[in-house]
C-alpha cells in the first residue's frame, strides 16, 4: 500500500505546482489518512516544499499514535504536549523555504488559520480547496477490495440478527447488537451510528435509535455498515413484523423498491450526479411524496460514509467508473412508519457488467 | 430547564453587550445545546439582537432534528437542502440590522467564516472566543445532578463487567459490552470510545481496542463513561487477571493510587490547576517515570468530555467549587503494561465536605 500513498501525493505535488504553491498542508483526518496512511488524532501532513512530513501531537504516548505511517513520510512527534500540528507544520513550511502553502480552509477554523499566519508572517497562505476530496473520488482496487470487505462483513451482521426473535426487544438493543455483530465479523466498527426505526419510526432518515420496542405488524427499517480498513460502506433495508404486511405496507415498499432499482440501474459513468437522483426521485413524486423526500437519493462513501458525489437535484458533475455511492430513496409517512432502502454499489460500464452491487441482503420485503 | 436556558443565554448578552456587539452567532454543537437545550445537526444559535434563534439545516426531517428547543428560542428551518445554519443565521443578524456579530472564530473554518462575510458584507464579524465556554465551567444543580446519573450507570455497567469472566475474551469484545451495558443502565450512549487494554497494552493513555484477548496474569485496564442527557463522566481502573498479582504489579499499582490521591486531595475551590497536576504527577516523577506521563493528569467533563480546565504543568487559572474534573494518572511500561486510575470528581469545600467522588467503583487492587 505505501506505493499507493506515494503516488497520491505525487499527484498533490503536481496540483501545487499547478497553483505555484511550494507545499500544501492538509489537516483533514480522512484526507491525511488517504496521503499518508494513518492519521493520528490531531495530525496534521505537510507535503513539499522538501520532504513528506506527518506532524503528530506530542499528547499521545508513542503507542497510541497509531502512526504507522506510508514509505517516504517522515514522521514527526511535536516534543511538547498541548501543541497544534498544523501550527508546527507551517513553521517547517516556512524553515524550508516555502513562500506559499496551501491549506484546507474549509477544514481549518479561523483561530488556527490565524495562528499559522503568525508563526510564519511572510509565508503567503492560499486554500487547497478541495483538491485531496477530489482525487478521493475514484476508487483504486485496494481501495474497492476493502470496501467489499466492509459490504460482506455488514451483510452477516444483517444476515445474523434476522435469524434472532425480534419482537419486544427495543431499538436501541437491536442498534448495539448489529454493532457488536459487525466487529464479531472484523470491522474496526460502525461506520456510522447504526439506525434501528420500528412501527411510526420506520423509514425516517436519519432517527436515532430509542426505548421503542417491535411490536407485531411494525414496519422495521434499519441502516448501517461496516468500517473496514478506514472504509465505510452502508446498507439499508425495511421489514414487516408478523405474519404477514398489510397492504399499504406492500404498496408503499413497492413503490419505494421501484424508486430504489430506478437510481440503481441510472449509475453508469458519464451518467449526471442529478440524473440519477431524478430517475429514484420521480418515483416517489408521481406518486404524490415529493414534498417530504429527503435532499438526496444517494451519496459517495470511502474514508468518509458521505463523500462526494452528492445525489441531489442541484448536483454538478457526473459519475465515473470506478465511483462507490449509494442509491438510499425512502417515504416516511408521520405516525404510521415507511419504508427506505439502501445498497452501496460501485460504478461500472455496462461492458463491465453494469453498476456492482456489494450490499448483497436479498430486498424482497420479508416478514420476520 | 427552559429557564436555565434563558439566564445562560441572557449572561451571553451581557458578555456582548460588553463587548459592544449586537449579537453573538453560536456554533459549537456543545455550547449551542448548553444556551439551547439542544443541537440539531448543522444547527447554528443567534443570541439577540431582537430574537433569540435556533437556525436548523433544511435537510432532516421534522421528526429527525431532535430540535425541541428551550423557551423563548425560536425554530427556524431552512427552506431548502444544504444551506449552511451559520450564514443564515448571519444574514438574519444582518437583516435584523446587527452592526457587529461575535462569532467563534475556534470553531468555524476559514471558508464558512468567508461565506458568513459574503452573506452579510456591512457586518463587523469579530470573535466571541471562548465566552460560553467560560460559562460551562461552574456546573449549576441539573448539570451535576446529570453527572451523578452518568457516573451511577457507568459504575454499574463495569461492576457488572467484573463478574464475567474474561480470560479469553478480546480487547474489542469487552468494550462493546461495556458499551451495551451503558446503555441498558440508561445512557444515551458512551461518552468517549471505550478503551479495554490486555497485558503489554494495559494502561496505555487513548489505546483503542484490539483482538488481544485476556491472559492469566495480564493486567487489565479500561475506561468508560455514560452520557446522560449530553453530560458526560469518566471512570478507570485496573485489574489483574489471575489468583494473586506479582510483586511489580503490586508495586506500581501501589505507586499510581498513591499519585491518583494525590491529585485527589489536591481538588480545593481556589486550588491552580497547576497545583493539582503537580501534586499527583510528583508522586510519579520521584519514582522515575516523569519522562513519559501524559501532558495532564485530569480534565473537565460535561457536555464534552474534554473541557476545561486542564489539569496540567502550563495550566493557569484556579479551581471553583461545582467544577467537575477527572483526576487520571497513569504509567505504561513499554512491553510490559502498566495501570490507569481515573475518577471523576466535583470540587467542593472543605466545609461541604471536601470533592465529591462521583465514581464509586473501588480502587482496591482487584485480582479477577
Known sequence: ?????????????????????????????????????????????????????????????PDASGARVADGVRLHRLPTAGGDAAVAAAGLAASAGAETLAVEEHHLTVARHRALVSVAPRMRLTDVAAAVEQQRLVKDED????????????DQALGELLESILVGRTERHLALELERRLVDHGA???????????????????HLPTDRRVEEGDFLSVRLGAD????????????????????????????????????REALLPGAECREVDHAARQVLDS?????????????????????????????????????PVTVDPGVHLPGRGGVRIDDTLVVRSEADGGPELLTITTKELLAL
Not at 190 to 206: E, H, L, M, R
Not at 293 to 322: F, N, R, T, Y
Open 228 to 263: 473496514y480498513r478506514g472504509y465505510r460502506c452502508e446498507i439499508g433495508r425495511t421489514f414487516v413484523i408478523g405474519p404477514s404486511p398489510d397492504n399499504w405496507q406492500i404498496d408503499l415498499y413497492d413503490l419505494v423498491f421501484d424508486a430504489q432499482r430506478a437510481g
Open 1 to 61: 500500500m505505501s506505493e499507493v500513498h506515494a503516488v497520491r501525493r505525487s499527484a498533490l505535488r503536481d496540483r501545487c505546482a499547478a497553483g505555484g504553491w511550494a507545499a500544501a498542508l492538509i489537516s483533514r483526518p480522512a484526507n491525511v489518512r488517504y496521503l499518508a496512511g494513518s492519521a493520528p488524532a490531531g495530525s496534521a501532513l505537510l507535503v513539499g516544499p522538501a520532504e513528506d512530513v506527518l506532524v503528530c501531537p506530542g499528547d499521545l504516548p
Open 188 to 206: 474496526a466498527g460502525p461506520a456510522f451510528p447504526t439506525s434501528v426505526a420500528t412501527g411510526p419510526n420506520a423509514g425516517a432518515a436519519g
Open 143 to 154: 481501495e474497492l477490495a476493502c470496501l467489499r470487505i466492509a459490504a460482506e462483513i455488514t
Open 287 to 323: 406518486a404524490g411524496y415529493g414534498g417530504d423526500l429527503s435532499p438526496w437519493m444517494g451519496h459517495g462513501v470511502g474514508l468518509e460514509i458521505g463523500e462526494d458525489p452528492q445525489l441531489s437535484p442541484s448536483a454538478m458533475g457526473k459519475l465515473d467508473a470506478c465511483v
